[in-house]
């Protein structure tokens, strides 16, 4: 098992890398879309919390897609600071928006995507994680709800009042002159269907490029969000996903707080189950109370999941890839979160080395 940390646009510094050396840390997994972009909601200096509704931030340029040269010098820039960069997470609204609505660029943007696939591969970057939803990660409140008043993010109820507005999906406005109105809904077979599709096109440059496309499970697990499906709100769905493109690139980033906000299944028993069939490609460890439409973040060393437990399963399936905490509670005096990151990874090395 190895220990990473997540690093935003504007943590891309030597700083931030020293820091995660400093914490133990050995893998990143960095995030090049700009959630911050004109967004009111999300902090410039520390992790994307959102609100309820609104949207995170405005999308990127859509004709400026990722360069082999500057993802290289990314890579060299991290492996200088003694570090490995382990994976990109998430793609920019602005480059596959029609993939996710099935809309008319969407043939462009599936080159878009292959291109930036490619690239990737020829960087030596090994894993793209993304999330194929159109609500995103939205139906989240923040209260100082955490040991000693942290500022934590949860759930109050479910999240279908306000219905998408056009011109903007997966939680961001990517065309802000788009005609008043909202998304139709969809069905749950239709969000598949688009799935099914994005994945039979780009895997093969994914196995030809040496890069695992590793899925993200909706966060929060509800069956719907502002009136539209999502895909994998229950553990046994992610087996779904892997069955319907069979291909050692089709992966899987598991989120274990996600994962213990879902209504059925045993996370132990998922993990377990998908590092046997070696399709997880990164973890992400958090800890929750309660389950959707009423949960609350915790710190690790709290709530409902079993970290003790939680690490016993990953060493004795033998899990060789990377585990870190996607986000934290953040204390008032620590605005960035440095210091709940921190605990988190003193916390989690601490379980590593007591288990040899």
């Not at 389950?291 to 939680?310: C, L, N, S």
Request: neutral net charge; proline residues 8%.
């Amino acid at each position: 098992m190895k220990i990473g940390l997540g690093l935003y646009r504007h943590m891309l510094t030597r700083d931030y890398y020293d820091f995660a050396r400093q914490a133990g840390c050995t893998h990143v997994v960095v995030h090049l879309v700009d959630y911050f972009n004109q967004g009111s909601t999300n902090p410039s200096n520390n992790q994307p919390t959102g609100a309820k509704y609104e949207p995170w931030g405005v999308a990127g340029d859509p004709e400026k897609i990722w360069t082999t040269r500057d993802l290289k010098k990314l890579r060299s820039e991290i492996e200088g600071a003694g570090l490995v960069l382990a994976a990109i997470e998430n793609l920019d609204p602005a480059h596959w928006h029609d993939i996710l609505l099935d809309g008319p660029q969407r043939p462009q943007q599936i080159e878009k995507v292959k291109t930036m696939i490619r690239r990737l591969g020829e960087a030596g970057i090994p894993v793209l994680g993304y999330n194929f939803s159109l609500a995103g990660v939205c139906g989240r409140v923040t209260a100082p709800a955490g040991r000693g008043r942290a500022i934590t993010l949860g759930m109050d109820g479910p999240a279908e009042d306000v219905p998408i507005p056009k011109g903007m999906v997966w939680n961001m406005v990517y065309d802000q002159k788009a005609p008043a109105g909202t998304l139709p809904s969809i069905s749950h077979a239709e969000l598949w269907r688009r799935l099914q599709r994005f994945l039979a096109e780009v895997l093969p440059v994914a196995e030809e490029s040496g890069v695992r496309l590793a899925a993200h499970p909706d966060d929060p697990p509800m069956p719907t969000m502002r009136r539209q499906p999502r895909l994998v709100y229950q553990p046994h769905m992610y087996q779904r996903l892997l069955e319907l493109a069979p291909s050692p690139s089709n992966a899987l980033e598991l989120c274990v707080g996600t994962m213990a906000e879902m209504t059925e299944g045993n996370i132990y028993e998922a993990v377990d189950q998908y590092s046997k069939q070696g399709k997880i490609a990164y973890l992400h460890l958090r800890n929750v109370v309660g389950r959707v439409p009423h949960y609350r973040e915790t710190f690790i060393d709290e709530g409902d999941v079993d970290m003790v437990k939680a690490i016993k399963v990953y060493r004795e399936v033998g899990y060789p890839y990377m585990l870190m905490p996607d986000h934290v509670p953040v204390a008032k005096n620590d605005p960035d979160g440095l210091q709940s990151f921190a605990f988190c990874y003193g916390y989690i090395r601490g379980l590593i080395q007591s288990l040899g």
